[in-house]
């Protein structure tokens, strides 16, 4: 699990405060993604990178703005955030984002929005 | 439209003994599919895949799968289960072909083993 790595492990934040996750994944890989994990409902994926440009963005709200300065870090800013989005936010990598490649994951960080 | 499922939300096994988790999926074509475990206050791990080839996949922690094209499942197993299997199981499937690319995840199974 050390190849990818999420900060911070938990976090608390107001409706209207700003904050950012980040992770790192230290296995060389191309592609990185960001899933929102709650309670009784499928994994959702939110954004996918590639080689630091983003491929996928599966309709999720502009509160949620992700960004990735090179193929090793990827952030997901926070703004203005609803009590609905309270949950555990993964990231993960793959050696490249076609369908064939596992993902490895970091072991998320669980938002509580209040 | 792709879909997995995972019939069961929770399985319970005594130790020692096997376990089955069970997946079946529909897909256009052909599939691509994924067994990862979540152990409590962590992230995924993946566990092993069926890509293409052998019917039986080997994966970690002595898990294996069977990919059956004609039941559409890919039932996840192990033949002795220890009380530190105890897990959240997902499958997870994905179009080989196709400009689909997304993978669809189950709701995931819950395992218990008991000592």
């Known amino acids: 699990e050390t190849g990818v790595t999420q900060t911070p492990r938990h976090l608390v934040m107001g409706m209207t405060n700003k904050k950012s996750l980040k992770c790192e994944q230290h296995l060389g890989h191309n592609a990185m993604y960001w899933y929102k994990q709650s309670a009784k409902k499928p994994l959702e994926l939110m954004f996918v990178y590639s080689l630091e440009e983003r491929v996928e963005n599966n309709s999720v709200p502009s509160r949620f703005s992700p960004e990735c300065p090179n193929s090793s870090h990827l952030f997901l800013h926070l703004h203005t955030l609803q009590p609905e989005d309270s949950a555990l936010y993964l990231c993960?990598?793959?050696?490249?984002?076609?369908?064939?490649?596992?993902?490895?994951f970091g072991p998320g960080t669980r938002l509580t929005v209040t | 439209a792709q879909s997995v499922a995972q019939p069961e939300d929770q399985v319970n096994v005594a130790e020692g003994n096997p376990l089955t988790v069970k997946c079946t999926y529909s897909?256009?074509?052909?599939?691509?599919l994924f067994w990862y475990v979540q152990y409590p206050n962590r992230g995924l791990q993946f566990l092993l895949k069926y890509i293409t080839g052998d019917n039986l996949v080997k994966g970690s922690y002595g898990f294996e799968a069977e990919f059956n094209k004609s039941q559409t499942s890919f039932h996840l197993k192990k033949p002795s289960a220890l009380v530190s299997d105890s897990a959240l199981y997902f499958c997870a499937v994905r179009e080989n072909a196709g400009n689909n690319r997304k993978l669809i995840w189950g709701l995931g199974t819950s395992l218990a083993v008991n000592p």
């Open positions: 897909v256009s074509g052909n599939p691509y």
């Open positions: 993960a990598s793959s050696q490249d984002h076609h369908r064939d490649y596992e993902q490895y």
